[in-house]
């Protein structure tokens, strides 16, 4: 296996200095910027791949006990899954114990790494400026299905695009059902810093992202329901990005609980066209909210992307045409 490691030390002045360390092993590609002065420091981590991953399973039976070796083993599942490809993750954990249980689950992921990462800096009456624009474009498309009636079983998920997220902890539920659609979408990432020697002025980070979180359940335990978007602007006093709205409720008993959210984030100066995208995704930049207000899509809306022919060396088409986003429900 391969593997080759470069790093690389800037330094701007006496007080401010650039750090960039790229790291490739296997095909995988990081990136981490770094931009500190004598009383303040900024950074970001990337983290990705050129790859294509398709996934799809169907689970039905009985969690119940097992006679092994003279005895009986207590019935018991547990499953999980863990997906991150430069900060667009996606996380699932399900234990149950004895009782009936179903699922039906698909997942796609598209990510490319081929476009260098451009970095500039410039100075101005003491005044640095470090631009940053990378395009590692991600696609990740998620549907599951779940149903499980018994003892006990507890569900957690959580989907994150660049800071932004929606996720639930569904706990001590006798009856869960839930079905839950999941798309999001990088198409590159900006990010501006303005510093002196002494402090950093201020640090945007800017992808241009956006996700789609779509659930419907019921639950017979307890139920906490969260979500968070921030805004590009990082405060330096609470060493985090600046939240624009978030909400975490809580439920205990039985309810039926369906939920839709949409978060979008685009900066003007990256006017990149979106066509290059699967059909799928395409042509959601212009989608009106108004079109996307019940966005409860089927697994094949998610996943039909017959429209779309995959390269030879595996890396995603900048000519793919889409349908017209009154179509994507």
Known sequence: MGRSKTGYLRTISIGLILSLIFITAAG????????????????????????????????????????????????FYSGYQDVNVNDVRLRDRTSALQGS????????????????????????????TIQIYQEWPVILKSS???????????????????????????????EL?????????????????????DAIL????????????????YTTGIAEMKYRQTSSNYDFKRRTYTVLSDGDERYSGIYNI???????SDFPYSELEDDWLPCCFSGMNDMNPLEVRDPGFSPKDVFDCTCYMYP????I??????????TFK
């Open 317 to 326: 088409s900048k000519t793919a045409t889409g349908p017209d986003p009154k």
């Open 101 to 128: 249980y179903s699922s039906e689950e698909r997942m796609n992921l598209q990510a490319d790494t081929t476009e260098p990462t451009l970095i500039n800096t410039t100075a101005s009456g003491g005044i640095f």
């Open 28 to 75: 995988a590609t990081s990136l981490y910027i770094a931009v500190g002065t004598n009383s303040s420091t900024w950074s970001v981590n990337r983290q990705s791949e050129s790859l294509i991953f398709d996934y799809s399973q169907s689970v039905q039976g009985t969690v119940s006990p097992v006679d092994y070796g003279g005895r009986s083993l207590s019935p």
């Open 312 to 315: 030879a060396e595996g890396k």
């Open 177 to 197: 059902s839930k079905e839950t659609n999941v798309g999001m979408l990088l198409r590159n990432m900006n990010a501006t810093v303005l510093a002196t020697n």
């Open 144 to 174: 599951k299905t779940m149903k499980y009636s018994g003892k006990e079983i507890n569900d957690r998920e959580f989907a994150g695009n660049n800071q932004d997220f929606a996720g639930s902890n569904l706990l001590y539920n006798k």
């Open 258 to 264: 369906t939920r839709s959210i949409h978060m979008k």
């Open 202 to 217: 201020s640090a945007n980070f800017m992808p241009n992202k956006e996700m789609y979180y779509d659930t419907r359940t």
